[in-house]
């Protein structure tokens, strides 16, 4: 039941995104992006908002292309239709399913109006699954707290085994080559499945499975063949960065008042009439915790990529770097430090810095001082140029 604190989260949320705007439900792969980067307030804050980021990016200048292309999505789809075919039945063999089993197996009706309703029959469904038998649930919706915001997610499906055990199932569109299939794709979708996984568990905890069941289609044809994957790991550190997130609602109290993400779309519905400048100074009051992985896992990358550059931040050249620099939070607090013009000298990063400038002057015959500024020109990367730090993974086919 919802109480007053959830009502109004909830308007607010529903402020933030803009009157009239349908919100953007929150799937897996984009908390399990939310987990990669626990830090960042801002995605937080827009994606409980169910705020279009790629809209936003789009209208500020700066836009990324994430998701599947229209190609990708339908080829997925078709590959699912296929699986699910016959009451799931090809789905349950990979499951393990004898025939007899897979005669006598339920796939409940999970219908229900909006994704409360559809929470609750899918809960419904796997406290009345029988004992002993399998049942299949085709497209469940679980919720999850993150946050203090709930978001609502869709695995492909859910078993329940006979011995009343549940598994996730994710069925994904590319393929799986002489028993192989891309890492960095298994990855992504190990990721989004322990988020399904902790969903699942939060229903009833210790009857999910760990290991999830990876279905694609064999070699080049669209036959399926199934893979179990090991997911222990991921939901582990899924659980940990969920909880290191900031609550929504302690985000959302220290913005200024007044503050919406809204695009003001004209009479179509699309075109945003919003000015960008007012946009862009609306983003920019939620602190962001950029790095440059966030280039293939969020779609305000290039904005927020511009904006860490801007202030200099060291955050920018990579999480592992502005590690190793400690108090040196900026480029040129690095370069002042490197010159002797500042910083601690007994700081052990302060001294490699002296020592490696003093090297590159050396090798370059040149004073430290100029040689150094050269390494402070920033390049004014696009999203059609986006830089040597452009971190693979943002293609079309996002993976599915
Ligand atoms: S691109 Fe910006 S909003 Fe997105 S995760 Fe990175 S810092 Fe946060």
């Known amino acids: 039941m919802s109480t007053t604190h959830d009502l109004q989260l909830r308007d607010r949320l529903a402020a933030l995104r803009g009157p009239g705007t349908v919100p953007r439900p929150l799937d897996a792969r984009a908390l399990a992006a939310l987990a990669a980067n626990p830090g960042c307030r801002r995605r937080a804050l827009l994606d409980a908002a169910g705020v279009d980021k790629g809209a936003v990016a789009e209208r500020l200048g700066a836009p990324a292309q994430f998701g599947q292309s229209r190609f990708a999505f339908s080829r997925g789809h078709a590959f699912e239709a296929r699986v699910k075919r016959e009451r799931c039945a090809e789905l349950l063999r990979l499951l393990g399913a004898d025939e007899a089993a897979v005669a006598g197996a339920e796939v409940p009706d999970l219908a229900a109006a909006g994704p409360q309703g559809r929470t609750a029959r899918t809960r419904l469904a796997l406290a009345e699954a029988p004992a002993g038998r399998w049942s299949l649930l085709d497209h469940p919706m679980l919720a999850l707290e993150v946050a203090g915001s709930t978001a609502y997610l869709e695995p492909d499906a859910v078993a329940v085994t006979p011995d009343g055990t549940w598994t996730v199932v994710e069925i994904k569109s590319f393929p799986i080559l002489d028993g192989g299939a891309d890492a960095m794709k298994v990855g992504a979708a190990a990721r989004q499945s322990a988020v399904y996984v902790l969903a699942l568990d939060a229903v009833t905890p210790g009857r999910t499975r760990t290991d999830v069941l990876l279905v694609c289609p064999k070699d080049f044809s669209n036959l399926p063949t199934a893979s179990w994957v090991d997911v222990r790991r991921q939901v582990s550190v899924t659980r940990r960065q969920l909880t290191r997130l900031t609550r929504i609602d302690e985000i959302a109290a220290a913005l200024p008042p007044g503050v919406t993400f809204d695009l003001a779309c004209g009479p179509d519905g699309r075109t945003p009439t919003r000015p960008a400048a007012e946009l862009s100074a609306a983003v920019d009051t939620v602190p962001a915790a ?44 690095v370069l002042a430090a490197a010159h002797g013009a500042a910083g601690d000298p007994t700081d052990p990063a302060v001294s490699a810095l002296r020592r490696a400038a003093a090297l590159r002057a050396q090798a370059l015959g040149t004073k430290p001082d100029e040689t150094l500024f050269g390494l402070a020109g920033d390049q004014p990367y696009t999203a059609a140029d986006p830089g040597p730090d452009a971190a693979p993974g943002a293609s079309a086919d996002g993976g599915s």
């Open 290 to 333: 950029y790095a440059p992985e966030c280039l293939s896992t969020c779609e305000l990358a290039f904005h927020c990529r511009d904006r860490a550059r801007t202030a200099g931040f060291v955050e920018a050249l990579g999480r592992g770097l502005r590690g190793e620099l400690g108090d040196l939070t900026t480029v040129s607090a």
